[in-house]
Structures are given as structure tokens and as C-alpha cells.
């Protein structure tokens, strides 16, 4: 399972459609200070289901939305999508493609897609559980984290575990069973 490709279009400073198409391989994003190359790293996580406005760097969640420039107009909406090779099927689903899609209107409303069809988080978060990959997942690792996993508290680090040895998803089914 790797990246095959980003796309987003009316998040932060990508304005037009812009498509990062990648190979399984290693990609490095290089460009001068300001010019959005963290803007692609916050695009992956809030597709995942990033909810906080402050680790996306905003204040508010319509933040995301390109807010306009001298010479262009602000967007409406902000929309970005994930496209996963799943030929290994790592993934618990029958595509060897699976296209993740998030998009927030001005007015709030937002939606979440699953290869086309509209799907709850839940179901987002329940795709990703014990790959790495979660909004959460070691997969991304953000400036000063490393830090924070260094000196966090032992069952903050333990939960980095569970996730490399492929225990969430039970743990989570228990604690929904024992809400019941
Ligand atoms: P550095 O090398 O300093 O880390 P960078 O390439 O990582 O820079 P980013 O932080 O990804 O740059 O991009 C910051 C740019 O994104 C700023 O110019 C900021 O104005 C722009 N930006 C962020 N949010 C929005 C938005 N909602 N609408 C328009 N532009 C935005
Ligand atoms: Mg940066």
C-alpha cells in the first residue's frame, strides 16, 4: 500500500486543482519559505479527519478554505482527496484503489467520501486503524513531535504501539461493546 496521488483544490493557498501524483518510492516537496509545502502535509491530515483547527495552523476549521489573494477571489469551499494503492489490500476493503475525499462549504457543512460514496468519519477512522496512517498514525510526523512522543506520558506512547502491532481496532471494539 503507498500514496498514489493528493488532490486538492480550495485548501489553504491551492486555489485551482492541483494533483501530486507520486511513485512507490521516496518524494521530497522543496520550495522557498511560505510556498505551501506544509499546506500538502496538513492537506493528508485533515482529509484523515483532522478536527483540530490549531494543528492545521488555523484559528477557525473554515480556515482550510483559500481565503483569496490581491487578484483572486476567496473559494467557497475546500476540498482535498487521498488516493491509496491497495493492490496488498492492507487496507479492509475489496478496491485495489481507495480514494479518500473530504469538503467543507463556507456555511460549515461538510462531507466525507469513501471511492464516491458519502461515509461517516467513523468509517474513515475504522479504514485506517493499525495501518500507521490515521490522522493520529506515525506515518505523519510533524515538526516537534518527535519531542512530544519522547517526553509524553507512558500510555501516549503505548498507543503508538498498539497501532505498530495492529491491536486498535479490538481495543476500540471493546470499549464501544462495553458502552452497550
Ligand atoms: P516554510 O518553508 O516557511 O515552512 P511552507 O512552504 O511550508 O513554508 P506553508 O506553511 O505550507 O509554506 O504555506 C503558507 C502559505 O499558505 C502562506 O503564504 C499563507 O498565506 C498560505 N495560506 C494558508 N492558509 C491559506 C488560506 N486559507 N488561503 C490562502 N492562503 C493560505
Ligand atoms: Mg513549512
Known sequence: MY??????????SF????????????????????SGKSNVGDAVRWVLGEQSAKSLRGASMQDVIF?????????GFASVSI?????????????????????????GESE???NGSACRLKDINE??????????????IG??????????KPEERRELFDEAVGIVKF???KAAAQKK
Open 67 to 75: 481565503s483569496g489573494t490581491e487578484n483572486r477571489k476567496p473559494m
Open 3 to 12: 500514496l498514489k496521488s493528493i488532490e486538492v483544490q480550495g485548501f489553504k
Open 15 to 34: 486555489a485551482n486543482k492541483i494533483l501530486f501524483e507520486f511513485h512507490n518510492g521516496i518524494t521530497g516537496i522543496v520550495g522557498p519559505n511560505g
Open 171 to 173: 481495543k476500540r471494539r
Open 127 to 140: 479504514l485506517f486503524y493499525d495501518t500507521g496512517i490515521g490522522k493520529e498514525g506515525y506515518s505523519i
Open 83 to 107: 488516493t491509496m494503492d491497495n493492490s496488498d489490500h492492507k487496507l479492509p476493503i475489496e478496491f485495489d484503489e481507495v480514494t479518500v475525499t473530504r469538503r467543507v462549504y463556507r456555511s
Open 112 to 114: 466525507y467520501r469513501i
Open 143 to 152: 515538526q516537534g513531535q518527535i519531542d512530544k512522543i519522547l517526553s509524553g
